[in-house]
């Protein structure tokens, strides 16, 4: 079992900016990626940014240059710095937690969700 504690969101106007952090906790053995993940209002789930154990990053293309990832293994917290936030960001922001590839066929597929926290942005 692995619990995911969201924390960092808000209500921030247009071009402003929020930092949400998930710590994690229980089982993590060979977890080798954690990220984040939105769902706006009508909208399918869709995959914000993820970082790997390696350090390796990807961002949906709406984020590039705006938000950044990082991770403190020390913490099993990730990070998600977001900064010249738009409407269009305006979501509930999902932690997430899991193992993928060579990982995930060798111990398993794992995947982890937190609670959800509203990031509400104003025009």
């Known amino acids: 079992q692995v619990q995911l504690v969201e924390s960092g969101g808000g209500l921030v106007q247009a071009g402003g900016s929020l930092r949400l952090s998930c710590a994690a906790s229980?089982?993590?053995?060979?977890?080798?990626?954690m990220g984040w993940y939105r769902q706006a209002p009508g909208k399918q789930r869709e995959s914000v940014a993820e970082i790997t154990n390696g350090g390796s990053t990807n961002f949906a293309d709406s984020v590039k240059g705006r938000f950044t990832i990082s991770r403190d293994n020390a913490k099993n917290t990730v990070y998600l710095q977001m900064n010249d936030l738009k409407p269009e960001d305006t979501a509930v922001y999902y932690c997430?937690?899991?193992?993928?590839?060579?990982?995930?066929?060798?111990?398993?597929?794992?995947?982890?969700w937190g609670q959800g926290t509203q990031v509400t942005v104003s025009s």
């Open positions: 997430h937690v899991g193992r993928t590839g060579i990982i995930a066929t060798l111990w398993g597929p794992l995947d982890s």
């Open positions: 229980g089982s993590l053995v060979s977890i080798n990626v």
